[in-house]
C-alpha cells in the first residue's frame, strides 16, 4: 500500500528545505576592517545567493574582475563606494566587473573609466541571463553597460530580463558612436525607469535590441553636450513603450550628428514591432531640427503617438500611418526655464489637462 503523505509534512518539509537553503546564503563584508580589503578578493569565494556588502569607506580603483555566481547580489553600504578604471589596463580585456551569472543584482555602486583597445570598455558587461542594476552611477565609461545574454556560456538571444532603475548615466561613449551610455542586446525585456541618462559622447543615451523594451519616467537628455545622437535608439524594432520621460536633443553646432530623437527599427524590425511613445516631453534644440519619431517604413504596424509634448523644429513621425493624438506640437508650450533645462509647465499652459485616456495595451502571448 502506498500512504499519502499528510498536507502537514509536506510543508513541514517543505519549510525546512527553504530554511536549509536560506542558511546557506552568506553575506560578505568588503571594507576597510572587513572580511575582504577589496571586492574582487570577495569574488573569490563568494557562493550563489550570497550577498557582498562593499563599504564606501574603501578604495578600490583598479578593483577588476569577473563574477559567475548566481542569485548573487553586490552592495554598496554606508554611502555608495566608487570603482575607478582611469588609465588603468583592464587585464580581462571587457569591463570592471563581468557578470557571468544567471542572475545578479547591483546595487549603489559607482563604475567610471573603464577603456579597452576594442573600444567597448564597460562598468558593467552583462555576459550572463538577469540582471538587476539599481541606484548606481556610470560615467566616462566607453560603455556604462554593455550586455547580451548568454546561458551556460552560449548565445540565449530572445531570454532573459534587463531591470535599471535609478541610476545615473553620464559621459559615457568613447567617441566612436559605436560605444553608448547603455547598450542592451537581444534579451527578452528591457526596462529602464527612473534613471537619468546624459551627455554621452557621441553615442546613444539608450540603446536597446531587446524584444520588449519599456522605457518609463527616465530623464534622457543631451544637456550641454555638443555630441548629439539617437537619445533612444530601438535599432531592430520590437514592441517598446516610451512612456512618461523627458526627452532633450541638444543643440549640435554642426548638425551633423543622427537627427532623430527616437529610432526605431532602422536596421531591422523583430516581428511584432510596434511603438507607443505616451505622455512624454520631448525637446528638440537640434539648429538642423530632425525628427522626434523616425520609424524605418518596413514597421507595418502604426506607432501610437498620444499626450506628448513635442518643442522645437523637426518632423513629428515619419511614419505616415501613425496614430497622432492629443499631442502639442505648435506654439509656447510655457515650459519653466527650458535654456536650463527646467522643462516644468508655468501656470496658463496650453499643455495642461490637455491629454487624453491613454489607453491599455495589454502585451499578447508570443
Not at 573609466?113 to 555576459?127: F, L, P, T, W, Y
Not at 553608448?180 to 537581444?186: F, K, R, S
Not at 525628427?291 to 504596424?301: A, G, S
Request: hydrophobic content about 35%; some cysteine.
Amino acid at each position: 500500500m502506498i500512504r499519502k503523505a499528510h498536507p502537514f509534512t509536506f510543508a513541514l518539509t517543505l519549510a525546512l528545505s527553504l530554511g536549509a537553503s536560506s542558511a546557506l546564503a552568506a553575506t560578505l563584508t568588503v571594507g576597510p576592517g572587513k572580511t575582504y580589503a577589496k571586492p574582487c578578493d570577495a569574488s573569490k569565494d563568494a557562493k550563489d545567493g550570497d550577498t557582498v556588502e562593499i563599504d564606501a569607506s574603501g578604495s578600490y580603483a583598479g578593483d577588476f574582475c569577473q563574477w559567475s555566481q548566481d542569485n548573487l547580489t553586490l552592495k554598496g553600504v554606508n554611502g555608495r563606494p566608487k570603482i575607478d578604471a582611469t588609465g588603468m589596463t583592464i587585464s580581462n580585456g571587457k569591463g570592471i566587473w563581468v557578470l557571468y551569472g544567471a542572475t545578479t543584482t547591483v546595487e549603489n555602486i559607482e563604475f567610471s573609466g573603464a577603456a579597452v583597445d576594442s573600444a567597448n570598455g564597460a562598468g558593467i558587461r552583462h555576459q550572463g541571463l538577469n540582471l538587476t542594476v539599481r541606484d548606481c552611477y556610470f560615467h566616462d565609461n566607453q560603455d556604462g553597460i554593455l550586455g547580451g545574454p548568454l546561458k551556460g556560456g552560449q548565445a540565449a538571444d530572445g531570454q532573459g530580463e534587463v531591470l535599471i532603475e535609478r541610476c545615473e548615466f553620464a559621459k559615457n561613449g568613447a567617441g566612436d558612436g559605436q560605444s553608448h551610455n547603455m547598450y542592451l542586446n537581444h534579451y527578452a525585456k528591457f526596462t529602464l525607469q527612473y534613471s537619468y541618462t546624459h551627455s554621452s559622447n557621441v553615442g546613444h543615451l539608450v540603446k536597446s535590441r531587446a524584444l520588449e523594451s519599456h522605457i518609463l519616467y527616465n530623464r534622457i537628455s543631451d544637456d550641454e553636450s555638443t555630441n548629439v545622437s539617437y537619445e533612444i535608439n530601438l535599432p531592430d524594432g520590437g514592441r517598446a513603450y516610451v512612456i512618461g520621460n523627458l526627452i532633450e536633443q541638444a543643440s549640435d553646432p554642426n548638425g551633423e550628428q543622427n537627427g532623430a530623437i527616437i529610432d526605431f527599427a532602422s536596421e531591422s524590425a523583430q516581428p511584432n514591432s510596434d511603438l507607443f511613445v505616451v505622455n512624454n516631453t520631448i525637446v528638440n534644440n537640434r539648429t538642423k531640427g530632425g525628427t522626434f519619431v523616425q520609424i524605418k517604413d518596413t514597421v507595418t504596424t502604426p506607432a501610437v503617438l498620444r499626450n506628448n509634448i513635442l518643442s522645437g523644429n523637426g518632423t513629428v513621425c515619419s511614419q505616415g500611418s501613425a496614430v497622432l493624438d492629443h499631442n502639442f506640437t505648435t506654439g509656447d508650450p510655457k515650459l519653466a526655464d527650458a535654456a536650463n533645462h527646467d522643462y516644468h509647465l508655468l501656470a496658463g499652459s496650453p499643455c495642461a489637462d490637455m491629454g487624453a485616456d491613454p489607453g491599455i495595451w495589454v502585451t499578447p502571448r508570443r
